[in-house]
């Protein structure tokens, strides 16, 4: 059932691939009510298309995975459409030509560190569900993990969205030499994203139990979600500092530095924590959780002595040196 619902997630990742690029491209140069309205459109197909394919045609899960691949190639077109036939970008986009694949290579050198670093860290999570199988009362340690890295997803929706300004804003400002105003962005980012998560945490404190009877009816699945609430209210906090820190990470262009925090601080500190909490203490899933939470400690930490350290001014120049060499000799960059 899981490899016929992937199945057809699969058309969707292409999509979703073109989707980024233009993404990054309109959030660049600051665009930011096509995107709006390019999201909220698909979002209202998806549920009808969803209804249709589900409930009207009898396709069950399937019909589910269909209409997500739909959405994102509605999305895809649309902005796609904007950005050809708009006026605004005649001199941003001339459309496609051989001379962009003089970039792959730099642009590789960035791309790979970045979807490292993103990897590391969502397989953590995904890792998690997997070691909750293995334990002793493993339905309700499962669906138990389950929703908490569900809950976990959705509020860092909101970090992403934090993530993905600050790392284009970051990088916009370095580039024009605007350094102050770099670090301006970065702290005002960070102060707003933990805010957004202490809102969260106070919600989750006071309605969890109803947040929880969305995943699942059984009583004893949504106690356990109460007694785990302290421990998500904390990753949720440090998951949310990590989630800009990273932005600019990749803003500044240390990719690989974020990506090798990734993999210590989760695989090499996080993981083997878990599994002493959760199999050798006998915490099960809160022990789980806890070897999470001491992971993304380490991460955020980490990227914040990274932040701080970076010297701003060399990055920018840096930066710009690179660049005049690439325009100067493009051939050697390739």
Not at 96 to 103: K, V
Not at 134 to 141: A, I, K, R, W
Request: hydrophobic share 50%; charged share 10%; proline share 3%.
């Amino acid at each position: 059932m899981a490899a016929l619902y992937l199945k057809f997630l699969i058309p969707g990742l292409f999509a979703y691939g073109i989707l980024q690029c233009i993404l990054r491209f309109l959030q660049t140069q600051t665009v930011i009510m096509p995107l709006v309205v390019c999201s909220l459109v698909p979002l209202l197909a998806h549920v009808l298309i969803t209804y249709l394919l589900v409930h009207v045609f009898g396709l069950g899960f399937v019909g589910t995975s269909i209409s997500g691949s739909v959405s994102l190639w509605i999305s895809c077109l649309m902005l796609a459409g904007y950005v050809k036939y708009a006026k605004d970008f005649n001199h941003t986009w001339e459309g496609l030509s051989m001379e962009a694949f003089e970039h792959v290579l730099p642009s590789m050198k960035l791309a790979v560190p970045s979807a490292i670093m993103v990897c590391f860290e969502y397989w953590a999570f995904e890792i998690l569900v997997l070691l909750a199988g293995l334990m002793p009362n493993s339905e309700l340690s499962t669906s138990l993990i389950a929703m908490c890295v569900n809950t976990e997803a959705i509020t860092y929706m909101i970090t992403y969205g934090f993530s993905a300004a600050v790392s284009t804003r970051v990088s916009n400002e370095i580039g024009a030499g605007n350094i102050q105003r770099a670090k301006n962005a970065v702290s005002v980012t960070l102060k707003l994203s933990v805010f957004l998560a202490a809102t969260v945490i106070i919600l989750l404190a006071f309605f969890h139990d109803l947040w929880a009877s969305l995943f699942s009816n059984s009583q004893d699945i949504i106690t356990a979600f109460a007694h785990m609430t302290p421990f998500l209210a904390t990753s949720i906090l440090f998951d949310s500092a990590q989630g800009v820190l990273s932005g600019v990470s990749r803003g500044c262009g240390w990719q690989h530095l974020a990506a090798w925090t990734n993999l210590v601080a989760f695989y090499f500190i996080g993981m083997p924590l878990a599994l002493l909490f959760g199999f050798k203490l006998g915490f099960y899933g809160k022990g789980l959780w806890m070897g999470l939470i001491c992971g993304l400690v380490c991460q955020s930490a980490t990227l914040l002595i990274i932040t701080l350290r970076i010297k701003w001014t060399k990055t920018s120049l840096t930066t710009q040196d690179e660049e005049h060499e690439h325009h100067e000799h493009p051939v050697s960059s390739v």
